[in-house]
Nanobody
Framework: QVQLVESGGGLVQAGGSLRLSCAASGRSFSSTGRGWFRQAPGKEREFVAAISGGGGITYYADSVKGRFTISRDNAKNTVYLQMNSLKPEDTAVYYC?????????????????WGQGTQVTVSS
């Protein structure tokens, strides 16, 4: 049974940093894409960042480019999202996804597995 477990969310002041982790179990995703999405209250889930199998290609939403960094540790079957210079508009539940494709990209339909989400709240 595949499980994705996010951690690292919390409350932080604007300008601060958080590092999210998403550990997978049940199968290896070392050669397939991983991604982060977020959903704010009253809004649809939106793409944040993605990384290809092996980690050679990364994608970012324009709203987080230059502030967030996605990375992966295939030995740990884990993907990370380093979030710097956080803004109140980054407040959301953050979800990680795991794809069966080399790269899931920005489309949530490309991800077959999802975590339960972790809350990130940025105060002004």
């Amino acid at each position: 049974q595949v499980q994705l477990v996010e951690s690292g969310g919390g409350l932080v002041q604007a300008g601060g940093s958080l590092r999210l982790s998403c550990a997978a179990s049940g199968r290896s995703f070392s050669s397939t894409g991983r991604g982060w999405f977020r959903q704010a209250p009253g809004k649809e889930r939106e793409f944040v960042a993605a990384i290809s199998g092996g980690g050679g290609i990364t994608y970012y939403a324009d709203s987080v480019k230059g502030r967030f960094t996605i990375s992966r540790d295939n030995a740990k079957n884990t993907v990370y999202l380093q979030m710097n210079s956080l803004k109140p508009e980054d407040t959301a539940v953050y979800y990680c996804g795991a794809s069966s494709l080399f790269s899931g990209g920005s489309r949530d339909g490309s991800y077959s597995y999802w975590g339960q989400g972790t809350q990130v709240t940025v105060s002004s």
